[in-house]
């Protein structure tokens, strides 16, 4: 069975790699600082407009606070053992 080494990937492989990995890492940095993003229902504004086009409506999926949590947040949260 064939192991995998690193003389055997293709050159440029490693730049790749780490280059993801950077980026990650900045997005997880952005999650630490900013864990918020705004609701895609209500456009952040924690009401939407009711299906008939005639009345305003809390918006249920954020609990009209305009805030929903990043899946990196998310990722976060469940790193360290909280929901």
């Keep these: 069975m064939p192991v995998l080494s690193l003389g055997s ?13 950077g980026l990650a890492g900045l997005y997880l940095l952005e999650c630490l600082i ?7 229902r209500c456009k952040g504004g924690g009401i939407h407009m009711s299906p008939d086009g005639q009345h305003w409506r809390d918006c249920r ?3 009209s606070s305009g805030k929903r949590h990043r899946p990196g947040r998310r990722l976060l949260n469940l790193m360290r053992g909280r929901r």
Excluded at 12 to 20: A, F, P
Excluded at 34 to 40: E, F, L, M, S, Y
């Design 61 to 63: 999926t954020c609990e």
């Design 9 to 21: 990937l293709p050159p440029g492989t490693t730049t790749v790699v780490l280059v993801i990995l």
């Design 34 to 40: 900013w864990p918020n993003a705004r609701c895609d």
